[in-house]
């Protein structure tokens, strides 16, 4: 009998989907794609990691209903399971997708996570492992990715 591999995320759709959902979130102030996908080296059983910078990050903690708001794309499935986690200055929710057990972890920080005077080192670690801006109205990911690319 043989195993069949999941396929990659359909990065480009993902990402797509919630930056359209954060058009529609004003506390929303940047989303960047972090990790394996962001680099090009993401396989099909990576999980797709996300930050989002938000003035209110505690508040889509406690209102989980975001999760169903955003237009994940339907070959995912719908989200059947989530986990919140604890990571200092930020914290993040993984869900899992129903159709091929996808993972995406959507982590939330104060807009503060990007200041680069000074440059936090929990922050440097998460941009230099690979960073894509997806959403950045005020620039505020611009300006901590040329800080990191320059250190």
């Given at each position: 009998?043989?195993?069949?591999?999941?396929?990659?995320?359909?990065?480009?759709?993902?990402?797509?989907?919630?930056?359209?959902?954060?058009?529609?979130?004003?506390?929303?102030?940047?989303?960047?794609?972090?990790?394996?996908?962001?680099?090009?080296?993401?396989?099909?059983?990576?999980?797709?990691?996300?930050?989002?910078?938000?003035?209110?990050?505690?508040?889509?903690?406690?209102?989980?209903?975001?999760?169903?708001?955003?237009?994940?794309?339907?070959?995912?499935?719908?989200?059947?399971?989530?986990?919140?986690?604890?990571?200092?200055?930020?914290?993040?929710?993984?869900?899992?997708?129903?159709?091929?057990?996808?993972?995406?972890?959507?982590?939330?920080?104060?807009?503060?996570?990007?200041?680069?005077?000074?440059?936090?080192?929990?922050?440097?670690?998460?941009?230099?492992?690979?960073?894509?801006?997806?959403?950045?109205?005020?620039?505020?990911?611009?300006k901590l990715l040329r800080a990191v690319r320059q250190s």
């Amino acid at each position: 009998m043989s195993v069949s591999r999941r396929k990659q995320m359909d990065a480009p759709a993902v990402c797509q989907a919630l930056v359209s959902w954060a058009l529609t979130q004003p506390t929303v102030q940047g989303v960047a794609l972090v990790g394996s996908y962001a680099r090009g080296a993401a396989r099909a059983e990576s999980d797709m990691d996300i930050m989002i910078l938000t003035t209110a990050p505690e508040g889509y903690r406690e209102n989980g209903a975001w999760v169903q708001d955003v237009a994940w794309p339907a070959e995912m499935g719908l989200p059947q399971q989530i986990q919140d986690e604890d990571h200092g200055a930020v914290w993040s929710r993984r869900v899992w997708f129903a159709a091929k057990g996808d993972e995406v972890e959507l982590s939330f920080g104060l807009p503060s996570w990007a200041d680069t005077t000074p440059l936090d080192g929990g922050t440097y670690r998460v941009v230099s492992d690979g960073c894509r801006i997806l959403y950045d109205p005020a620039a505020l990911l611009e300006k901590l990715l040329r800080a990191v690319r320059q250190s």
